[in-house]
């Protein structure tokens, strides 16, 4: 049973950074796709990055680029997002996502799997 435990979420002003976690459990097989996405209140689930077990191919939403890495310690099972220049636009739920087939062009939540329970972000300005 996959499972994964978000962390790192909170308040921040404007210009500030912040590193969100992933904890994965039960996976196996050295193959998937790990991913964020979020979703603010009244607007849909958005993909924000994902990248292939091991690292290879990172994609972000162009939003997030270059303000934003993903990225995996293997040795902790953990997925991270680095969060900087976080603007207020960014204050959502954050989610981490998972699949066992290696990533495909973009980031589509519908062919994620496993899901995380989020984290909240929150920017001032």
């Known amino acids: 049973q996959v499972q994964l435990v978000e962390s790192g979420g909170g308040s921040v002003q404007a210009g500030g950074s912040l590193r969100l976690s992933c904890a994965v459990s039960g996976w196996t097989g050295r193959s998937g796709c790990m991913g964020w996405f979020r979703q603010a209140p009244g607007q849909e689930r958005e993909g924000v990055a994902r990248?292939?077990?091991?690292?290879?191919?990172?994609y972000y939403v162009d939003s997030v680029q270059g303000r934003f890495t993903i990225s995996q310690d293997t040795a902790k099972n953990t997925l991270y997002l680095q969060m900087n220049s976080l603007k207020p636009e960014d204050t959502a739920m954050y989610y981490c996502a998972a699949h066992h087939w290696p990533c495909g062009l973009g980031i589509d939540a519908r062919t994620f799997r496993y899901w995380g329970q989020g984290t909240q972000v929150a920017v001032s300005s």
């Open positions: 990248v292939n077990v091991g690292g290879s191919s990172p």
